[in-house]
């Protein structure tokens, strides 16, 4: 059932809306149709479809603004009607993906959720009648770990497949097989114009559509002497083109949302004849769709690096490029992330530039020298998987029976030594056995929708009464940001506000009564408004309701296909806290550090790689009193720390197959690596026999 453009376009332009019987298309559909129709890729629909239906994997490679996250679906939508399965198209990120999903529905003109949503991850708007579905890579790639055939969909389109994120490169390779299996399978891959070699020589047979867009030029700037000030440099850009240079908006990349609304705050008290609008993950949808409304004034954007590709912004003609992101980066021997903020490359910096020249000539001032453009900007970022944990990816592709992981067919395999340090951990969390083989713990712990390591911490949670306590601590880890909110100017202000939640043993169990207080806070009537009582606390909401919607599918989830029970969690238990540091301890026994003195202050060591850190100078245990402690992430902002700690007893580790001396690590002549963790549990194992000696004395007495 092959259709033509002209039928598409018959259907778009009649007065009944053909996706909804009965309805009539709006004013503002016809309004947004008209500019639809002008996109480099309307021109070539046809063009487009005697290509999709000549070809099951077909890569489109255009400039950013030429349609293709909008328009491609939808063409692919109306030829695919038939069908009945549904269309899926991928995003590397969740705002791109509930941005073009809320247009796409605008501009087929029927409510979001109905024939077009969007799913991502806690959080989806579909229905039954979802026939075009925008989601986050990460998302469709957990689904296939279920469906390798991908058979609810009749197309499936991996957008913005030249960022290379780890999710997209796997479904690439799933996707590959899948099409051998399912001929009517459709693959579409679509990329802005760059690292399209790569993904060209993965699908040898693909076809390929190019679509050319007019493209401006656009002048360069740069600056002749480098300054680390880049946020008082970039308000300075701004002032000037906005008092000296002609009509045009404006586009600012910084790294962080820190930077984003500090240059915003002094802008803002600047002037008032400019728009200012920021554009960063964590702000609510309304305050991102702010970026699409008309404006009386000159709007300035100021964005990280998704108005990079993945969101296109009309009528900018000024681009301010800091040359700055962040980017998180894993040392898999030190089994650190580092969330640096480091130079983009010359590929983004390109794009970035690019962002000025869609509508008229543009001009693009980057806040660096030539130089360093030069000499420290690398061609193009590398791909995800070079960089990224892989232990839950591993263990998903075991999961949908790939064993031998090592000889998967890779865009780009992974660096050996990430993968090996993957099965390690898999290994250690009891998912995989000595042959490498997935367990059956192992196989429930793929089909978490938290990160599979939160399986031991429910099975030894659910053994020591505090299930629902883990719940809560894997949906508050799973938060896109933190709950406890710190801005500079009141960084004191916000310690003194958090002590009432403090747990002098533990940063969990402190995350933990902030989140019951919270909680208790909204039951509570004639108390303060929630956002007020938030703002007081220096918490974080919006990251507080994510976690309570997390943890509730969680919970959901966890009854439903998992039989775990909720436990009922006993809050008068005098021992409630061990419960939860003894379990942490237990679930997470691989992540633990050992205190060793040191003449500049306190200084502790993991366990296992003996690395180094500090602790976290925001944790509760900052002072480091505490002897041996499990820590959620090995961090690095210039100096190593461990965050996210609690204190642990030796006691509950001894019996550990991880903690026998077979198991320490040791020199090359044989000696214990760390003596002081083996003198430490020792001590440990003693007091223990010891207890126990005196135990059955007072027996036989
Ligand atoms: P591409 O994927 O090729 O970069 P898009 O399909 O994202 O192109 O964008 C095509 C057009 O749709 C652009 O002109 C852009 O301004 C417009 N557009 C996309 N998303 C939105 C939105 N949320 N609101 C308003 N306009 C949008
Ligand atoms: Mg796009």
């Given at each position: 059932n092959q259709t033509t453009?002209?039928?598409?376009?018959?259907?778009?332009?009649?007065?009944?809306?053909?996706?909804?019987?009965?309805?009539?298309?709006?004013?503002?559909?016809?309004?947004?149709?008209?500019?639809?129709?002008?996109?480099?890729?309307?021109?070539?629909?046809?063009?487009?479809?005697?290509?999709?239906?000549?070809?099951?994997?077909?890569?489109?490679s255009g400039e950013t603004g030429s349609g293709k996250t909008t328009q491609i679906p939808q063409f692919i939508l109306f030829d695919e009607w038939e069908s009945g399965k549904k269309v899926a198209c991928t995003q590397p990120r969740r705002l791109a993906t509930t941005?073009?999903?809320?247009?796409?529905?605008?501009?087929?003109?029927?409510?979001?959720?109905?024939?077009?949503?969007?799913?991502?991850?806690?959080?989806r708007k579909t229905s039954r009648m979802t026939r075009l579905k925008y989601m986050t890579d990460g998302l469709l790639l957990s689904e296939a770990s279920k469906d390798r055939d991908f058979s609810a969909y009749s197309c499936v389109i991996l957008d913005e497949a030249h960022e290379r994120t780890l999710s997209t490169d796997l479904l690439m390779a799933l996707l590959k097989m899948a099409t051998s299996r399912r001929p009517c399978l459709k693959v579409v891959i679509m990329s802005a114009t760059l690292n399209v070699e790569k993904?060209?020589?993965?699908?040898?047979?693909?076809?390929?559509?190019?679509?050319?867009?007019?493209?401006?030029?656009?002048?360069?700037?740069?600056?002749?002497?480098?300054?680390?000030?880049?946020c008082y440099c970039a308000v300075t850009v701004v002032k000037h083109i906005h008092k000296n240079m002609a009509e045009g908006d404006i586009l600012l990349f910084l790294p962080t949302s820190g930077d984003i609304e500090m240059v915003c705050s002094i802008l803002r008290d600047e002037y008032e004849d400019l728009t200012i609008l920021p554009l960063y993950s964590a702000l609510s949808r309304a305050r991102q769709e702010e970026i699409f409304e008309d404006s009386e004034y000159r709007k300035c954007i100021v964005a990280t690096n998704v108005a990079e590709t993945s969101i296109t912004i009309d009528g900018i003609v000024y681009v301010v490029d800091s040359g700055l992101e962040i980017r998180p980066v894993y040392n898999p021997r030190l089994r650190m992330s580092t969330v640096l903020t480091s130079p983009i490359s010359k590929a983004s910096a390109k794009?970035?530039?690019?962002?000025?020249?869609?509508?008229?000539?543009?001009?693009?001032?980057?806040?660096?020298?030539?130089?360093?453009?030069?000499?420290?900007?690398?061609?193009?970022?590398?791909?995800?998987?070079?960089?990224?944990?892989?232990?839950?990816?591993?263990?998903?592709?075991?999961?949908?029976?790939?064993?031998?992981?090592?000889?998967?067919?890779?865009?780009?395999?992974?660096?050996?030594?990430?993968?090996?340090?993957?099965?390690?951990?898999?290994?250690?969390?009891?998912?995989?056995d000595d042959k490498g083989t997935i367990t059956r713990t192992g196989r429930i712990a793929a089909r978490l929708s938290v990160h599979p390591k939160w399986l031991n911490a429910f099975m030894e949670g659910q053994k020591n009464g505090c299930l629902r306590e883990m719940i809560d601590l894997a949906a508050i880890s799973s938060t896109q940001h933190p709950i406890?909110?710190?801005?500079?100017?009141?960084?004191?202000?916000?310690?003194?506000?958090?002590?009432?939640?403090?747990?002098?043993?533990?940063?969990?169990?402190?995350?933990l009564n902030a989140l019951h207080a919270y909680e208790s806070a909204i039951k509570t009537e004639n108390r303060l408004p929630i956002n007020q009582w938030c703002f007081d606390a220096f918490l974080?909401?919006?990251?507080?309701?994510?976690?309570?919607?997390?943890?509730?599918?969680?919970?959901?989830?966890?009854?439903?296909?998992?039989?775990?029970?909720?436990?009922?969690?006993?809050?008068?238990?005098?021992e409630y806290d061990t419960h939860i540091r003894k379990t942490l301890a237990r679930s997470f026994f691989y992540q633990c550090a050992l205190k060793h003195p040191d003449m500049f202050g306190t200084i502790y060591r993991?366990?296992?790689?003996?690395?180094?850190?500090?602790?976290?100078?925001?944790?509760?245990?900052?002072?480091?009193?505490?002897?041996?402690?499990?820590?959620?992430?090995?961090?690095?902002?210039?100096?190593?720390?461990?965050?996210?700690?609690t204190a642990v007893d030796p006691a509950w580790l001894i019996d550990l197959?991880?903690?026998?001396?077979?198991?320490?690590?040791?020199?090359?002549?044989?000696?214990?690596?760390?003596?002081?963790?083996?003198?430490?549990?020792?001590?440990?194992?003693?007091?223990?026999?010891?207890?126990?000696?005196?135990?059955i004395s007072f027996e036989i007495l």
């Open positions: 453009a002209q039928q598409a376009e018959s259907l778009e332009d009649s007065r009944a809306n053909p996706l909804r019987p009965h309805e009539l298309h709006s004013s503002r559909y016809f309004q947004l149709l008209k500019s639809r129709r002008k996109l480099p890729v309307s021109l070539r629909r046809q063009e487009f479809l005697d290509i999709y239906h000549d070809s099951q994997v077909i890569l489109v941005s073009v999903a809320t247009r796409t529905a605008a501009e087929l003109d029927v409510p979001l959720g109905d024939q077009v949503g969007y799913s991502v991850r806690f959080e993904i060209q020589s993965y699908f040898p047979a693909a076809a390929t559509f190019e679509i050319s867009g007019k493209v401006h030029p656009v002048q360069i700037h740069y600056l002749s002497h480098s300054t680390p000030r880049y794009q970035r530039a690019g962002r000025a020249g869609r509508t008229q000539p543009g001009i693009c001032f980057r806040l660096y020298t030539e130089q360093t453009h030069r000499a420290c900007f690398i061609p193009s970022a590398p791909p995800g998987i070079l960089e990224g944990e892989l232990a839950s990816q591993i263990l998903l592709l075991k999961v949908m029976g790939f064993d031998s992981v090592g000889t998967f067919d890779f865009v780009d395999p992974p660096h050996p030594e990430v993968y090996l340090r993957g099965l390690q951990d898999l290994r250690s969390m009891r998912y995989i406890f909110l710190r801005p500079p100017p009141a960084r004191f202000a916000a310690d003194i506000a958090h002590q009432r939640f403090a747990c002098p043993l533990s940063d969990h169990i402190s995350q974080n909401r919006r990251a507080l309701s994510e976690a309570v919607r997390i943890r509730d599918q969680l919970v959901v989830s966890l009854q439903n296909e998992l039989a775990i029970t909720k436990e009922v969690c006993r809050f008068e238990d005098a993991t366990v296992h790689e003996g690395h180094t850190a500090g602790i976290h100078p925001e944790s509760v245990l900052s002072e480091g009193i505490q002897e041996w402690m499990v820590y959620s992430e090995f961090v690095s902002s210039g100096t190593p720390y461990l965050q996210t700690v197959d991880f903690f026998q001396d077979d198991s320490l690590p040791k020199t090359a002549d044989g000696n214990f690596k760390q003596p002081l963790v083996k003198k430490s549990l020792d001590k440990a194992r003693k007091k223990r026999d010891s207890l126990e000696e005196d135990l």
